[in-house]
Nanobody, 120 residues
Framework: QVQLVETGGGLVQAGESLRLSCAAS????????MGWHRQAPGQQRELVAT???????NYADSVKGRFTISRDDAKKTVYLQMNSLKPDDTADYYC??????????????WGQGTQVTVTS
């Protein structure tokens, strides 16, 4: 069993920063791609950023230059540093991870989400 737990969401004003964390635990052999997605009320879930094992990153155009994704494989944790937040960034943020377990099963797991609210 693999679990992903996000922390770090909250209520901030426009222009401020937040750092989200997502820690994976369980029967993990290795983690490939890790990422962050978000879903605003009434909207579809959208990709925010991903990071591969080799450190290659990919960002949605809407967050480029403001958000930074990083990972610590020793801690099995992915982070999302969010700077210069805007009201449009308000959403529930979800992490996911492409996990290979010690029994060689491979699946994509999702966290339960953490809420980010940005006021103007």
């Amino acid at each position: 069993q693999v679990q992903l737990v996000e922390t770090g969401g909250g209520l901030v004003q426009a222009g401020e920063s937040l750092r989200l964390s997502c820690a994976a635990s369980g029967n993990i052999f290795t983690i490939n791609l890790m990422g962050w997605h978000r879903q605003a009320p009434g909207q579809q879930r959208e990709l925010v950023a991903t990071i591969a094992r080799n450190g290659y990153t990919n960002y949605a155009d809407s967050v480029k230059g403001r958000f930074t994704i990083s990972r610590d494989d020793a801690k099995k944790t992915v982070y999302l540093q969010m700077n210069s937040l805007k009201p449009d960034d308000t959403a529930d943020y979800y992490c996911n991870a492409d996990v290979v377990t010690s029994t060689w099963a491979r699946s994509v797991y999702w966290g339960q989400g953490t809420q980010v609210t940005v006021t103007s």
